[in-house]
């Protein structure tokens, strides 16, 4: 079984450039996340989807942060314009339906970005 | 403020000898507790987790005992072999009512290195 797949791996791009990062869950996997990991830090949580619908979008900087997740599948995050502060990885992760059951997110292995 | 610490940034073992890696965590409504072990270049990946019900489980070489009074949780590997050498994140979260879905907050990561 395929695993949570995360494109591009690397992406290094100039400030004020725009950047989209694409991932496709787990077969069957209704909520989706995107996290964002820092150099030394813990991921945190940008958006999480069920099905088509962003149900948390709290954390997601808006002004230049936007995700999309058509037909409830794949889903794309876009960064425009990107910050040298935006430099990070970018997980995707997917869950069944909750993490009622198992409590387990499977994560895709990430996109690293860096911004010059 | 973080509501899941892992205040030790790294631990070395020798193999064969038990790793014991620590987290604390500030939010009373946590129920569900999880440690991801993360290689270089991956996504995290789920190893066990801890109801709140209960105050230990195991799996294997591994074993999460949680303290609720101290609101403290340990994840305990024995023996240690080398390739468990990575960093591991302690997280948490807490069932959001109505929504149906959990939020997962992570702490900073524990690296673990085990000698040969």
Not at chain 1, 7 to 17: D, G, N, T, V
Not at chain 1, 32 to 59: C, F, K, T
Not at chain 1, 88 to 106: I, K, P
Not at chain 2, 72 to 95: E, K, M, N, R, W
């Amino acid at each position: 079984e395929a695993g949570v797949v995360q494109s591009p791996r690397y992406k290094i791009i100039e400030k004020k450039q725009p950047v989209a990062f694409w991932c496709n869950p787990i077969s069957g996997h209704n909520t989706l996340y995107w996290y964002r990991q820092n150099l030394g830090q813990g991921p945190e949580l940008l958006i999480r989807y069920e099905n088509e619908e962003a149900v948390d979008d709290s954390q997601l900087p808006k002004d230049r942060f936007s995700a999309e997740r058509l037909k409830g599948v794949d889903s794309t995050l876009k960064i425009q314009p990107a910050e040298l502060g935006d430099s990070a990885v970018y997980l995707c992760a997917s869950s069944f339906d909750s993490l009622f059951m198992t409590g387990e997110l499977f994560f895709g292995e990430g996109s690293r970005l860096t911004v010059l | 403020d973080q509501q899941v610490k892992q205040n030790s940034p790294s631990l070395s073992v020798q193999e064969g000898r038990i790793s014991i890696l620590n987290c604390d965590y500030t939010n009373s409504m946590f129920d569900y507790f999880l440690w991801y072990k993360k290689y270089p270049a991956e996504g995290p990946t789920f190893l066990i987790s801890i109801s709140s019900i209960k105050d230990k489980n195991e799996d294997g070489r591994f074993t999460v005992f949680l303290n609720k009074s101290a609101k403290h949780l340990s994840l305990h590997i024995v023996p240690s072999q080398p390739g468990d050498s990575a960093v591991y994140f302690c997280a948490a979260s807490a069932t959001i009512r109505g929504a149906g879905s959990y939020q997962l907050t992570f702490g900073k990561g524990t690296k673990l290195s085990v000698i040969p």
